[in-house]
């Protein structure tokens, strides 16, 4: 590279070239020589390319199996699929033992991290970028956080910690690098619980062990209070039995800030262990508080999940990820592209993996 033309060119001239190319091709551009990387990581042409629209990636969660075995090149398994390729974003720049990514936001991911030069089993919720090689350690928690509660991330990044008991609020700006504690005041345990319009949503079971109610709850962040989460069930006269025809239902963050979505079995009767037709996908605009139908697994799709006893759903936006027990492979579910397989997956012996949404970004940390 010493004697090529391209070295007369200043670093300002390179940067403009450069900055022409879509962000898929700056990445590739990146991995062919130790100069390109060099120019293309520096902090003056991240400045310029950071308005640059994100890439709407697929990250997949490790697999149980590997999650208390130290890799020495860790890695976090990233699907595209606009180019229908998977490939891996080292994490190797991170000083933690098996890093266990759980939630994105804005171009960060994060991950739970054994604690820096600490003896003990508690852990560190860590924010990093994996495109820019950086990353930033929130206050420690203990371990029981990592085990137990759900990492929500929103497009502000503010972080909340939430277990069926209490709740933890990471905002950076209300008390100083400091996490806040409030007790959750919820009737169950908070089943794929949601952040995003400044409020937070789950579902909760208020039925009997015998038959499941299935009630949808929010709480706005700005009614946090001193000791508890003022949460609100959400019911509408209209809705009817809108919770009663969906199975074991999950929620996903829709398209934008003001849709949510509930995905689950559709039931094929209202008797106490009815099987299911298809997968059902629901769709709430958080202004009208209208329900829709989204989407609906066609059945020659479903007959591989219908032979599962169990199955996963991920993802968010205007894609939705289903993977099952053996299957090998996904199932996705495009709001413009409709349903499709994702082949390709590797690494999970029983098929059963869990994901989330990546919006990859070539931009600096603060």
Known sequence: MESSPINRLSPDSLHQIFSSLPLR??????????????????????EIISSRPPLNLLALRPPHHHRHVANAHPYIHVYDPDEDQWFRFSLDFLPFRSPQPVASSSGLIYLWGDSVGSADSSKSLVACNPLTRQFKVLPQLGS??????????????????LTELAALYFSGRVVANQWLKFSSNLPSKPRSPVLMSCSVFALCDVGSPWRSQWKLFSCKLTNLTVTHTNWTCLERHEWGDIFDIIKRPRLLRGEGDSKLLMIGGLKST??????????LILRLDLESLEWEEAGRMPLDMY??????????VFGGGDRVYFSAKRMGKLAMWDLWGGWRWVDGVSGYGDGLCRGFVFEAKLTMMQ
């Open 144 to 161: 029981a956080w990592s085990r137990h509660g759900s990492v929500l991330v929103d497009s502000a990044n503010r972080v909340m910690v």
């Open 25 to 46: 091709q700056i990445m590739i551009c990146r991995s062919v020589c130790k100069f390109f990387n060099q120019l293309l990581t520096s902090q003056c042409f991240t």
């Open 270 to 279: 209202f008797s106490l262990n009815p099987a299911c037709s298809t997968i």
């Open 303 to 312: 007959r591989g999940f219908q032979e599962s006893s169990k199955f996963k």
